[in-house]
């Protein structure tokens, strides 16, 4: 069934015209998950009859004419956002059995909108991880090369929607978790500015950085799931109080011969050159040479203090992450040790058993710079950069409304390359960081591929609140190029025939 | 300053891990390779530059003093390893 090859925006639209039903979209989406599982292992948790039941729900509702906007669109979550009824794990053996008792603001957001879910994606342990490598229930393999990784943390729904099962996914990003995978699985990824997309729900990895925000295949469906997912919400502190917009209204103009007339893009020297692989490199100078022929200008600029993105991240996300997973205490839910000889052994037992190594690493790691004598030299000092390191973007944004570069230095590596030395894993960040550290925008669209046919990412990052800019950017150039409309040979129907 | 094994084995103690002396060898050479990238902020100079703890500056809302959560220790309880009587059951910590 081509249908479901389509984008959200087609496939919404075909459904509201009833070409076809939710529940046979629903039905081709589980075929073809069911199909890429032994392969690709992107589903933690697949929700067959939930997911039928919401879409004959959604169909009920189209025949009514009081659906909402994506009504009958079958998607999957990420496994760290809290679904009612349906098992959370967030990849980890913590959780492997724990049902979560509600839904997170943004799966109830995409529930309201009508969205169908079809099920829950894989992920690295409590987001923890760029390759996908950490999940107590085994990696994630990209669609483009089953031998290479698909990005992480949240490599099953990058994975997924890359493969065609399904046309969007959630996911969270801490620190590139929805760029670096859509970079890396050739699909789009939107880390909305911090704020904008509630995090109740979410199950908390450093609460200061923690986005959830759309996987789609194009920056005009990242649009209308953003739609769905943004806005006020009293039940996250730390959630903006603003009215509500329409993310896809820059979308709508018919494109002119120059469409981003007007339009500065900022080229940082830090996002070029050395650790950058020179098919990345080639794609982006590419991209600069299409932006200008779409009438947008460039102008060189500096962030200096970017270079020290990973070591604050690797300060500051690890410190949140040791309280926040001081919860998973074997009490109150989550896994509890057998064998145990008295409260202390319990929780100590409990946790052990219950978190991967390198969960367990980046709580120590949180413990010592929180520790007596060593708060001020770590945690404050990375707070310290992190504000110069803002303070360089605000400087930046005053030159230019969009800042254009990688989204990874290099494309997808094989599995296994780098699960022996934590600090090259955490340096496939080094692009995505400042995005959380200064809580602004950035997309990752498809630019190009690698000598070994991989998908490169690029890296689209705008001033706060300017989704709907970013946006309409990312679309100008989606209009003007394909990459984004290239799939992977293993992927839709020839998933779900293989199955059959 | 080279972080020890006994740093390890105090850290784990208060993060409520337990570590073999096995892991704990192998745990104290990832940190170290991860501490000697973190070192590099200590050659910045940050005097005077007000720390960053949030990426909005946002004053913490308050809302008016009234319930607004019903009653689900049932339903919570249920995800528990171990209840009685509304109770989670934990070893016993006072004789």
């Known amino acids: 069934m081509a249908a479901l090859d389509d984008t959200v925006a087609g496939l919404a639209q075909a459904l509201r015209e009833r070409r076809l039903s939710s529940v046979e979209a629903t039905q081709e989406a589980l075929r073809r998950i069911a199909g890429a599982q032994p392969q690709l292992n992107a589903f933690i948790t697949v929700d067959e009859d939930g997911a039928l039941a919401a879409a004959r729900d959604a169909d009920a509702a189209l025949?009514?004419?009081?659906?909402?906007?994506?009504?009958?669109?079958?998607?999957?979550?990420?496994?760290?956002?809290?679904?009612?009824?349906l098992r959370t794990t967030c990849g980890s053996r913590m959780l492997e059995r724990f049902v979560a008792p509600y839904d997170a603001n943004v799966v109830a957001g995409l529930k309201a909108a009508?969205?169908?879910?079809?099920?829950?994606?894989?992920m690295d342990e409590f987001a923890m991880g760029s390759s996908n490598e950490t999940s107590y229930f085994g990696p994630v393999r990209n669609p483009w090369d089953p031998r290479y990784v698909p990005g992480g943390s949240s490599g099953g729904s990058a994975a997924a929607v890359a493969a065609r099962l399904v046309p969007a996914a959630t996911g969270t990003d801490t620190g590139g978790?929805?760029?670096?995978?859509a970079a890396l699985s050739g699909i789009c990824g939107l880390k909305p500015t911090y704020g904008i997309s509630s995090r109740y729900g979410l199950i908390a990895f450093a609460s200061s950085l923690d986005t959830p925000g759309p996987f789609a295949r194009t920056a005009e469906d990242c649009a209308l799931l953003l739609n769905a997912m943004a806005g006020h919400d009293p039940r996250d502190a730390t959630s903006i109080e603003r009215p509500r917009e329409?993310?896809?209204?820059?979308?709508?103009?018919?494109?002119?011969?120059?469409?981003?007339?007007?339009l500065r893009i900022g080229l940082p020297r830090e996002y070029r050159g050395e650790g950058i692989s020179s098919d990345v490199s080639a794609a982006v100078d590419e991209a600069v040479a299409e932006f200008r022929r779409l009438g947008a200008t460039t102008v060189d600029l500096s962030l200096p203090t970017v270079k020290y993105s990973v070591p604050v991240y690797y300060v500051i996300a690890p410190a949140e992450a040791s309280s926040n997973l001081s919860r998973f205490d074997g009490a109150r839910y989550g896994h509890r040790a057998e064998h145990y000889t008295d409260l202390l052994d319990m929780y100590k037992k409990s946790r052990s058993e219950g978190f991967g190594a390198e969960v367990k690493r980046r709580i120590l790691v949180g413990t010592y710079v929180l520790s007596h004598g060593y708060y001020d030299a770590y945690y404050l000092k990375a707070q310290q950069v992190r504000r110069l390191i803002a303070d360089d973007f605000q400087r930046a944004f005053a030159q230019c409304e969009i800042i254009l570069g990688p989204t990874a230095p290099t494309a997808a590596f094989e599995l296994g390359a780098k699960t022996d030395d934590p600090v090259q894993m955490y340096l496939n960040d080094i692009f995505t960081i400042a995005g959380?550290?200064?809580?602004?925008?950035?997309?990752?669209?498809?630019?190009?591929?690698?000598?070994?046919?991989?998908?490169?990412?690029?890296?689209?990052?705008?001033?706060?609140?300017?989704?709907?800019r970013l946006l309409e950017v990312a679309h100008r150039f989606q209009h003007a190029t394909d990459w984004h409309a290239r799939a992977p040979e293993m992927s839709g129907t020839a998933v779900a025939k293989a199955r059959a | 300053m080279a972080l020890t094994l006994d740093d390890?084995?105090?850290?784990?103690?208060?993060?409520?891990?337990?570590?073999?002396a096995h892991d704990a060898?192998?745990?104290?050479?990832?940190?170290?390779?991860?501490?000697?990238m973190i070192n590099e902020l200590q050659s910045i100079d940050t005097t005077g530059i007000v720390p960053m703890s949030h990426a909005q500056d946002v004053a913490l809302p308050l809302r008016e003093d009234r319930v607004t959560e019903p009653d689900q220790h049932a339903a919570f309880q249920a995800l528990a390893p171990s209840v009685q009587d509304g109770l989670y059951l934990v070893p016993k910590v006072l004789e």
């Open chain 1, 63 to 85: 025949a009514r004419g009081d659906a909402g906007h994506l009504a009958g669109v079958p998607i999957a979550h990420k496994d760290v956002l809290m679904t009612a009824g």
């Open chain 1, 114 to 122: 009508g969205t169908v879910l079809v099920g829950k994606t894989n």
């Open chain 1, 177 to 181: 978790s929805i760029r670096q995978p």
């Open chain 1, 246 to 262: 329409d993310y896809a209204r820059r979308l709508r103009d018919a494109p002119s011969g120059r469409p981003l007339e007007g």
């Open chain 1, 436 to 468: 959380n550290l200064t809580g602004t925008p950035a997309l990752s669209i498809p630019g190009g591929f690698s000598k070994d046919g991989l998908p490169i990412g690029l890296q689209l990052q705008a001033n706060y609140f300017e989704e709907a």
């Open chain 2, 8 to 20: 390890i084995n105090r850290i784990a103690h208060l993060a409520r891990i337990e570590i073999d």
């Open chain 2, 25 to 36: 060898a192998q745990v104290l050479g990832k940190l170290t390779a991860i501490f000697g």
